[in-house]
């Protein structure tokens, strides 16, 4: 696969599929490849070579294509948990893989995206992230989830990266969130909970984000829930990010 700008003239990517033991006449299926492309208009040129052929044979140039740049949000990402296997695998491209503690259940084409999800025991259960440099935020973040408590818990912990950020459900409901700032021997944390609770027993989406002017905002099912400010920055601990719990028995999700 050769792809090409819309003058035809510059080579921008090309994508090689080596075939063993191809029939003499008839279809080749080739599979399925992904290859990654720039942005911009592109058009697709396939190439045939054969130690039988003289030449090598190429299609037409395709139809032109538009690749936009991802969303601003998916440029940004440093993990993102999808759970539609049960492996605790980041489908970001940062790596930040995660392991189980406890026994949660995963059930699989579960949710409102029917991709899967973990139920948690509010006792035991949790995910591990192990700190790297990706999740170590310290001027702006954003998180988000799907949740459905089955138990509001005191402060049953979303996810957190312990002594750093904070994103949990309070046991009347409430999304609560809270930073450290300032450095290691003068930290002061910085709370900020939601005006509105959310519902047990149905899936809710909660979000919340704090921008490098220290602008706060807790989002509900896609709609502004309540903003503030609070000082600037984060501080960067190097704890694990944790989702379910913050530690092995504290601030469990139900």
């Known amino acids: 696969y050769i792809f090409t700008d819309s003058n035809e003239n510059e080579t921008k990517l090309s994508h090689s599929v080596s075939l063993s033991g191809e029939p003499e006449s008839g279809t080749i299926n ?5 290859v990654t492309v720039p942005s911009g208009e592109i058009q697709l040129v396939i190439q045939l070579s054969h130690p039988s052929l003289s030449n090598t044979l190429s299609t037409s140039p395709s139809s032109k294509y538009t690749v936009s740049e991802p969303p601003v949000a998916y440029q940004h990402l440093v993990a993102w948990y999808p759970f539609d296997t049960s492996s605790i695998q980041d489908s970001s491209s940062n790596n930040n893989d995660g392991s189980i503690s406890g026994s949660p259940n995963y059930i699989s084409n579960s949710g409102p995206l029917e991709n899967g999800a973990y139920d948690f025991d509010g006792t035991d259960d949790f995910i591990n992230i192990p700190n790297s440099p990706s999740i170590s935020l310290t001027s702006e973040i954003t998180e988000s989830a799907w949740v459905l408590s089955e138990n509001h818990q005191d402060r049953g912990t979303v996810a957190t990266k312990n002594g750093s950020y904070y994103f949990q459900v309070n046991s009347d409901g409430g999304v609560e969130t809270y930073t450290y700032y300032g450095t290691n021997s003068r930290r002061s944390s910085d709370y900020f909970d939601s005006s509105n609770n959310i519902p047990e027993g149905v899936w809710t989406h909660i979000a919340w984000t704090e921008d490098t002017s220290g602008l706060r905002t807790i989002y509900i099912n896609g709609t502004v829930d309540s903003t503030s400010q609070h000082e600037p920055g984060i501080y960067d601990s ?13 601030r469990q999700f139900n």
């Open 238 to 250: 190097s704890k694990s990010l944790r989702i379910g719990a913050q530690g092995s028995s504290s």
């Open 30 to 34: 080739t599979g399925s490849h992904s």
